[in-house]
Every structure is written in C-alpha cells, then in structure tokens.
C-alpha cells in the first residue's frame, strides 16, 4: 500500500525551531495527553507512517485521523511518556528532521480493536522519527521502532522458542 507523499519545504529547516517544535509539541501533545494540539503543529495533509501502521495496514493521514490514531495508543499505553535520547539529525537539503526517543509505560489499557484487555506489564522502546516540514507545521512522519520487542514486553507475543 503506498500513501502521496506530501512534498517538504527545499530550504534546511531552522535548527531552534525544530528542536522547540518537536519537545514542546509533538512530545507534548502525547505527554500531556492533548492530541487536539496537532492542528498547531501539522499540516492538514500531514501523513503518519510507522511499525503500527504498517502492519495494520491504517492509513493515517490529516488531523482527524492523526488525533485518533494518538488516542489509540493512549487507550493501550495510558502512562505512556517519551523522551528525546539523542540530538536530532537535520538534512542540509530540505526541511527534514530526524529525532531520537524512548518510550515508557504500561500496557494497562485496552487495545481496541481489536478487543486487547490490559496485561498491566511495563515497557521501555527506543525508535526514530523522521519528520518533513512545510513552513512551521510537519507534513509528514516516517517513524521506525521494534514493534515486534514492544509486543514481547507487554505479553501478547511469545516467540516459537518460548516455553
């Protein structure tokens, strides 16, 4: 399945700028549980790509679904808090970033759908977050991140191997 490729700005993207918009919105908005905040900070195209949904096969793509997809995640991971781990990584060539992070948490909320109660297990995951500008708003994410590990660490996967 592919998703248009929203086009990014040509010009490098202003570092303070980027390492501002990243800690205290794109962070924020999941720390403080606000996803409504993506109408500041993305572009009404804005298009998420990741491990979930990949492998779901969701398409999230604008504000609506962007805000329903952090409201899924919350639902599972209520606690859930990130961090940024390393200095971000610019392009010289356009307005594209790329930041470092870790998650935390517990899975002790519901992954619905498809009907997940909580196993109440706590979680650490590390990932990348490669995020392209037009303007001062993101309009697209490609994020990487162990999707498999973070299923073994919650208690909804157990390798062929496992006893």
């Known amino acids: 399945m592919s998703m248009h490729v929203t086009e990014a700005?040509?010009?490098?993207?202003?570092r303070a700028f980027a390492v501002k918009w990243y800690a205290e919105g794109w962070i924020d908005c999941w720390n403080s549980?606000?996803?409504?905040r993506?109408?500041?900070i993305l572009t009404e195209d804005f298009v998420l790509d990741s491990p979930t949904t990949r492998h779901t096969g969701w398409q999230v793509r604008g504000h609506q679904a962007t805000m329903e997809y952090i409201r899924y995640v919350l639902s599972a991971y209520p606690d859930l808090q990130w961090e940024v781990t390393?200095?971000?990584?610019f392009s010289d060539h356009m307005a594209r970033v790329a930041y470092t992070w870790r998650g935390t948490g517990h899975f002790s909320g519901r992954i619905d759908p498809p009907g997940i109660a909580g196993t109440g297990r706590a979680f650490e995951f590390a990932g990348h977050e490669v995020f392209d500008f037009r303007g001062?708003?993101?309009?697209?994410?490609y994020a990487t991140y162990d999707l498999l590990g973070l299923?073994?660490?919650?208690?909804?996967?157990?390798?062929?191997?496992?006893p």
């Open 9 to 14: 700005d040509q010009a490098p993207l202003d």
């Open 33 to 36: 549980n606000r996803p409504e």
């Open 38 to 40: 993506v109408r500041d």
């Open 86 to 89: 390393e200095p971000p990584m």
């Open 136 to 141: 001062d708003r993101a309009c697209r994410l």
């Open 151 to 162: 299923m073994k660490q919650i208690g909804l996967y157990r390798s062929a191997s496992a």
